[in-house]
């Protein structure tokens, strides 16, 4: 079962609405007129097509997530493209291993929580709009932060990073909310990437280039 994300209502009803009216301006210069009718149902079938796309891109699939309390999943489908030790600056300021998710133009872009836990930090950065597979993008682009402890009392960290069309990044976290593995934290229009930062002394599920699906693959398990 999947459901639209109430948050990006908007977005599809901007998507519709300037369709449609394109596709009426078409129809008024060449429905109406018989010798031009293939144009204009060519036209409407590149509306349709379309309107379709961005509603379903917007998806919100309901999965099972068998997540036990040190398990970490992945917060979105699509590709590993780093699995490396890496130094997080921003909150843990320590030496991680880093998990890069990258999303290409197709993937649910619906994110999940990667844990079950409390947050402990959650900050929003405005930035640029690099191509999200792109190391610099981490950085640079646009991308909200969340840290989340753990029951046995260790954090992760994670980034929702916008990509070179993405305007816009929903992100729930607050501060001292309680959070379950596998329940929807947000979502990133129009392609993205997702940095996790865990534990060196973490088991590591996942190789790189892996394609991984929200709450169901196992990232990785912190003890």
């Not at 078409?26 to 009718?37: A, D, H, Q, S, T």
């Not at 490396?84 to 993937?107: G, H, P, R, T, V």
């Not at 088991?203 to 003890?223: H, M, N, P, Q, W």
Request: hydrophobic share 45%.
């Amino acid at each position: 079962m999947l459901h639209i994300d109430k948050d990006c209502y908007g977005t599809i009803a901007i998507a519709w609405i300037v369709t449609l009216a394109i596709m009426g301006f078409f129809y008024w210069l060449l429905g109406l007129r018989k010798e031009c009718w293939w144009g204009f149902a060519l036209i409407a079938l590149v509306g349709v097509v379309f309107m379709t796309f961005v509603t379903w891109f917007h998806r919100v699939p309901s999965r099972p997530c068998p997540a036990q309390a040190d398990d970490i999943v992945s917060v979105a489908d699509g590709k590993v493209v780093i699995r490396e030790k890496a130094y997080e600056k921003e909150y843990l300021k320590k030496d991680c291993m880093q998990i890069s998710i990258y999303m290409n133009f197709f993937d649910v872009h619906a994110n999940f929580w990667p844990c079950s836990g409390e947050v402990t930090y959650y900050k929003y950065h405005p930035g640029r709009n690099h191509l999200a597979f792109k190391d610099k993008s981490s950085d640079l682009n646009e991308h909200s932060s969340t840290a989340i402890r753990l029951s046995n009392g260790k954090e992760i960290f994670f980034k929702q990073i916008a990509g070179t069309f993405a305007r816009r990044i929903v992100c729930y976290s607050r501060p001292g909310m309680k959070v379950k593995a596998g329940e929807q934290c947000g979502i990133i229009k129009f392609g993205s990437r997702i940095d996790i930062y865990l534990p060196l002394d973490a088991d590591i599920k996942v190789s790189l280039g892996e394609l991984t699906r929200a709450c169901e693959t196992l990232v990785a398990t912190v003890r």
